[in-house]
């Protein structure tokens, strides 16, 4: 989405503003027909005024609702986008779209059924008009579930039913997504049970801001207390340590520290509080948990994260080091011998900017010649080449190789 914001073709993207202003409005209205004919449609605008379900000047606060601009892009410029760029640009525009086109109209149906005591609802739809809904086809696997049409019938009929007892189990919940913990973030006053709270996290919009949410669950990783795994955040080994370590700290852990800070900022805000006692405050919480913490870390077993971290070290071994014979590591951007600072042999993880392989990296370690496969020019053609640690250590090219 940055990508299609640079480009000129986006609005800001980091913003949950779902509100755009009357400005808006008018040059949205009046790019309807590109926008119709970049998603290959003749659509009819029928929705010609702003409603406030869409616009609202007053709800809009540094940024609006992501939109298209006035510039829409040619034909050569979407084939130069990846899959992705081109399926959110087209999201956007119908999207946007959608707020000129017709209500979704339809026909809602409900059945009631008595069965001894006990009273049953079902619930059937029939479309009357598509509206907006034309831009929307496909339809999710529980929405068409949703969807059902009902028989004809009379009051006061008699039925012929089924009836079946279902056995299920109850399953854990779904391990988090970068997207669903981001939801889950803006809406952190689901966690709380305290009302005040559950009011200033809304308003507030949960932990984090739509700019820095996507930084702190990066960071996270970064610090390695959690990992992707088939597109899954897990909290590994290390993660887990810094839960039990703050496990004991309320506050520290729940969103309502958050409302508490939330709230006494309002107050600053509104010359009913004072910074000073704010900031003091704060102090002596970071205090208490600098004495306080330490000695729950100390209760901790530390087995499962040394030996995650054993098999973490095996795996980044690639060879011996020619120099001390110590085992060679993957560290972050480069390989390196174990025994640094003693050794300090490093070899670097690219070679003209074509990331080597680790069969490149073992046969560079046994001080063979290795080769290098789809090495990129400046005009971006390929080529292939051998190469060999030299008597500085630097990896030197040797010769092209076809």
């Not at 039925?159 to 299920?168: F, N, P, R, T, Y």
């Not at 009302?195 to 700019?211: D, M, N, S, W």
């Not at 010359?271 to 306080?292: C, D, M, P, S």
Request: glycine share 6%; proline share 3%.
């Amino acid at each position: 989405m940055q990508g299609l914001y640079e480009a000129k073709l986006l609005s800001y993207p980091r913003t949950d503003t779902p509100f755009i202003t009357e400005n808006e409005f008018a040059y949205l209205k009046a790019n309807f027909g590109k926008y119709s004919g970049f998603l290959g449609l003749d659509l009819e605008m029928v929705q010609t005024e702003p409603r406030k379900r869409y616009v609202d000047g007053s709800k809009v606060q540094e940024h609006h609702a992501i939109i298209p601009t006035k510039q829409v892009p040619t034909e050569s410029a979407l084939a130069k986008m990846d899959d992705l760029q081109r399926k959110i640009y087209a999201l956007v525009v119908k999207t946007t779209v959608a707020m000129f086109l017709p209500d979704y109209l339809y026909e809602e149906t409900k059945i009631q059924t008595k069965v001894a005591d006990l009273l049953f609802q079902s619930i059937g739809k029939t479309p009357k008009q598509e509206g907006w809904k034309i831009l929307f086809k496909q339809q999710t696997k529980e929405e068409k579930e949703d969807v059902q049409t009902l028989p004809l019938v009379i009051i006061g009929e008699l039925a012929e039913i089924d009836v079946k007892s279902a056995e299920k189990e109850t399953q854990p919940p779904k391990a988090f997504t970068e997207g669903t913990l981001l939801t889950a973030m803006k809406t952190a006053n689901k966690t709380v049970d305290d009302e005040e709270a559950i009011k200033i996290l809304q308003e507030v919009e949960g932990i984090g801001t739509e700019a820095t949410r996507a930084s702190i669950i990066e960071a996270l990783k970064q610090k390695e207390y959690i990992q992707v795994i088939k597109n899954k955040l897990v909290v590994t080994e290390k993660g887990k340590l810094l839960c039990q370590a703050v496990e004991s700290q309320h506050l520290l852990t729940s969103a309502e520290m958050m409302a508490k800070w939330e709230t006494y900022l309002k107050k600053i805000g509104k010359r009913e509080g004072n910074q000073e006692n704010f900031i003091t405050n704060i102090k002596k919480f970071i205090v208490h948990l600098l004495k306080a913490v330490p000695n729950d870390i100390e209760k901790l077993n530390f087995s499962d994260y040394q030996e995650q971290k054993e098999k973490e070290a095996e795996k980044s071994i690639v060879g011996k080091c020619p120099k001390c014979g110590n085992n060679i590591v993957l560290k972050k951007s480069f390989y390196g011998c174990s025994n640094y600072p003693e050794c300090k042999f490093t070899l670097a993880e690219h070679f003209r900017k074509k990331k080597l392989t680790k069969t490149n990296v073992k046969e560079l370690l046994e001080g063979k010649e290795t080769l290098v496969k789809g090495i990129k020019t400046k005009d971006k053609k390929s080529y292939n080449a051998v190469v060999k640690i030299g008597e500085k250590g630097y990896i030197d090219f040797i010769s092209f190789s076809k």
